[in-house]
């Protein structure tokens, strides 16, 4: 009969074999006394040591005033500045955020929060959130809904959370167009002020544009002016960027009881371009026959003094400072046109 050898001793290791103990043990994040005192749970204390109560647990930690965090969150702007044009539900405004949490596994557990109502609507939406657990990165869209009030900066917060914990937050504002720059675009200077009539058919579309003139009909002008840069701030008064970039801009004033718009747009700097001078109103035709009009004689040019009031409007918000008290003075000196553009004195 084959002769039979004696089994090893279960302390013995055994080649090719791990003990699932000890797997655990070589991954975990965090010994016992980590999650006692995290948890403020009773362990048991060392033979002869005293330990104050309310601090036996923390004391345990060799010394540590709290647990470390179990990941952290970075954004890459801080302030986060949003906006929205009105009517609010159509708007299309946004800023684009990335997140970056370390470790990056920890990614998927993160919820992102965010504080600060106004009548108990959130000031701020996150949508379009994309989590990359590889790169520890979370990307979303923060819209804003409603507008941030001068002095309550810190009223909302963007917060990232791991089971209630929170491991980054970023200041979340909420700007609107508020005020033309005071830098205004003074045309005084004699070398600046000629300008060239221009022939052009416009309707209610057209840059200028006239109400209630609608295709198929033109309405045939001669302008005479200059187009001048106007810059937009936001209600902190600082410029704003490309946030608003392709925000319609109307300028509206009236005449005989009508309202124009110039159909101008934002651009990435803030600023729109804004034709400024004096019109001589033509014929209404049929577009058909507006195809010659810009190579037509020009009409004369309306000479005098023109006071400008005009309402402006950005993305839908009604400027608190529109255009007061601009000046236009259109003369002929010499034979040539010149038309000159003089604003107020900036008010604070």
């Known amino acids: 009969m084959p002769r039979l050898e004696p089994m090893a001793p279960l302390s013995a290791p055994v080649p090719g074999w791990v003990s699932p103990g000890s797997l655990l043990h070589a991954r975990r994040l965090h010994d016992e006394l980590w999650y006692a005192a995290r948890f403020q749970l009773p362990w048991p ?132 167009p508020f005020r033309i720059r ?5 045309v005084t200077d004699p070398t ?65 009881g009508d309202e124009y718009n110039i159909n101008r747009k934002l651009d990435a700097e803030g600023t729109y371009g804004d034709p400024v001078g004096v019109i001589n109103w033509g014929p209404i035709v049929h577009k058909s026959a507006a195809g010659g009009w810009p190579m037509a004689d020009p009409l004369p040019m309306p000479l005098g003094v023109q006071k400008q009031d005009i309402r402006v409007l950005v993305g839908g918000h009604q400027l608190k400072s529109g255009i007061k008290n601009r000046r236009v003075t259109s003369k002929i000196v010499e034979g040539v046109h010149h038309v000159e553009i003089k604003w107020p004195t900036p008010q604070q």
């Open 192 to 256: 600046l002020t000629p300008v060239m009539p221009e022939n052009v058919a416009i309707d209610e579309k057209s840059t200028p544009a006239v109400p209630k003139v609608r295709d198929p009909f033109k309405w045939l002008v001669t302008t005479y002016g200059h187009v001048l840069t106007i810059g937009i701030n936001d209600q902190f008064d600082n410029e704003l960027d490309d946030l608003y970039e392709g925000a319609d801009v109307q300028e509206k004033f009236a005449r005989k």
């Open 45 to 176: 204390r060392l033979a002869g040591e005293v330990l104050e109560p309310a601090g036996d647990m923390l004391a345990l930690m060799e010394g540590s005033s709290a647990p470390p965090p179990e990941c952290s969150v970075e954004f890459d702007q801080d302030p986060v500045k949003t906006g929205y044009t009105l009517p609010r539900d159509e708007s299309t405004v946004s800023r684009t955020v990335v997140a970056t949490v370390v470790p990056a596994e920890m990614a998927e557990s993160v919820v992102l929060e965010v504080t600060g109502t106004v009548a108990g609507k959130k000031r701020v939406e996150l949508v379009d959130i994309v989590v990359n657990a590889e790169a520890g990165t979370i990307t979303f869209k923060a819209k804003g809904k409603f507008t941030t009030p001068v002095g309550e900066t810190d009223a909302t917060m963007i917060r990232a959370v791991v089971d209630g914990d929170e491991c980054g937050a970023v200041k979340a504002i909420v700007v609107v």
């Open 182 to 186: 005071r830098d205004y675009p003074q």
